[in-house]
């Protein structure tokens, strides 16, 4: 294993936690919980914070909740701790409007998804991001490319364009693939910090040159992931990948169904009341629920 990513910066640290949004039994936000969960996050070993995100169920939360939430966290984990937003949208103009919004409200870094629905060409992916970066220039931008979710793909060489905007410092790789971050480190250099947007091939990527994870499965294994990537640039690969190993059945559960509603039930079993989704999600079923709290007392025996 190669440990050239060292070679690239860490803008937000190595692991940080896409985190949930805690509903009340109303269905409310429930910032108190959202809080003292993104305070717990970082005792486990998260360095960054993604607030309303896809995990975050952001298409369900108004515009209102995403600054509160924002707010929230901010005041709860302090200064030492970075905080990103997600702000992207499929209207360049909310995009805009809502990274603005991020940068004023306290926030570390934004997170923009690639235009979901409307699939615009490379021309216009391109265009969409430098609106963004040009909006607040002094915010770090993290773009995100995830085609099974926004039917459309950020290529690696729309990403190389968009590093003459100063703020475009990290791109989420979440296409399923190794591939697209040795792709992106042959168009953009060391200078793009690439982070694994898939748990389970956090590890891969860190081998070609990923920089960390933004993860889902620190909110109960967080411990575990520092575990692992410290490992991992220690030169210590064989714990790196025994680690490895003892984390992925619990990644695959999940991931059993739609993100966020097997880690709302995880973070449930771990005694975190984080409640529903909200619809057009729902909890998970009981046979799932059976196989994750099976993956997450078998890691916790290893």
């Given at each position: 294993m190669s440990t050239a990513a060292q070679l690239s910066p860490t803008p937000f640290?190595?692991?940080?936690?896409?985190?949930?949004?805690?509903?009340?039994?109303?269905?409310?936000?429930?910032?108190?919980?959202?809080?003292?969960?993104?305070?717990?996050?970082?005792?486990?070993?998260?360095e960054g914070i993604l607030v309303c995100g896809t995990t975050g169920e952001s298409p369900t939360l108004s515009w209102e909740e995403q600054v509160q939430m924002l707010a929230a966290v901010r005041e709860a984990v302090g200064p030492g701790v970075k905080v990103l937003a997600g702000t992207g949208s499929n209207s360049t103009a909310e995009a805009v409007e809502a990274t603005r919004e991020a940068a004023a409200a306290g926030a570390d870094g934004a997170l923009v998804v690639v235009p979901y629905y409307n699939k615009p060409p490379q021309e216009g992916l391109e265009a969409h991001f430098r609106a963004v970066a040009q909006a607040a220039p002094e915010l770090p931008l993290m773009l995100y490319n995830i085609p099974g979710r926004t039917g459309c793909s950020l290529a690696p060489a729309t990403v190389a364009r968009l590093m003459d905007c100063p703020n475009v410092v990290s791109i989420k790789a979440a296409s399923g693939t190794t591939e697209e971050v040795s792709q992106l480190?042959?168009?953009?250099?060391?200078?793009?910090?690439?982070y694994s947007g898939d748990d389970a091939l956090t590890l891969p990527m860190l081998s070609v040159g990923a920089v960390g994870v933004v993860s889902v499965a620190s909110h109960v294994a967080g411990r575990r992931l520092c575990s692992m990537i410290e490992a991992f640039f220690a030169g210590r690969h064989a714990e790196a990948l025994a680690q490895h190993d003892q984390?992925?059945?619990?990644c695959k559960a999940l991931f059993a169904t739609t993100n966020p509603i097997p880690v709302k039930a995880a973070l449930e079993l771990s005694g975190w009341p984080v409640g529903a989704p909200?619809?057009?999600?729902?909890?998970?079923?009981?046979?799932?629920?059976?196989?994750?709290?099976?993956?997450?007392?078998?890691?916790?025996q290893t």
């Open positions: 640290g190595r692991l940080l936690t896409a985190m949930v949004t805690p509903f009340d039994a109303e269905g409310k936000v429930d910032l108190a919980l959202a809080g003292r969960l993104a305070s717990h996050l970082v005792e486990e070993g998260s480190r042959l168009t953009c250099g060391p200078k793009l910090a690439i984390l992925l059945p619990l909200r619809l057009p999600l729902l909890p998970l079923d009981s046979s799932m629920r059976d196989t994750l709290s099976q993956a997450l007392a078998a890691l916790r």
